[in-house]
């Protein structure tokens, strides 16, 4: 899967693909977190100095999941709205 771009409150998100449902984010052009896909519908982000993961609730990252697995589902509308 190549990178795409999300947007989310009004703010743009590039977002990188690594595999096993991680995922990091830029936001504004800087690297800005890196998330994974939890068992059911929870999204997990990594702690950015240890790598660790950071299992409180977080309502950014569980919307950008969202979004990420939405844009998976429907990757032709995005392609076609590109294209105009």
């Known amino acids: ?8 409150n009004n703010t743009q998100y590039a977002v990188f693909p690594e595999g096993s449902e991680t995922y990091t984010i830029y936001k ?4 800005y977190l890196q ?7 929870q999204w997990i982000k990594f702690d950015n100095e240890t790598g660790t993961p950071v299992f409180e609730p977080d309502e950014e990252v ?4 969202k979004l990420i697995e939405w844009y998976k589902e429907n990757p032709e509308e995005e392609e076609e709205e590109e294209e105009l």
């Open 1 to 8: 899967m190549q990178p795409f771009d999300l947007e989310y």
């Open 62 to 65: 569980n919307a950008l999941g």
């Open 35 to 41: 998330i994974q896909k939890d068992e059911g519908e």
């Open 28 to 31: 504004e052009g800087k690297e």
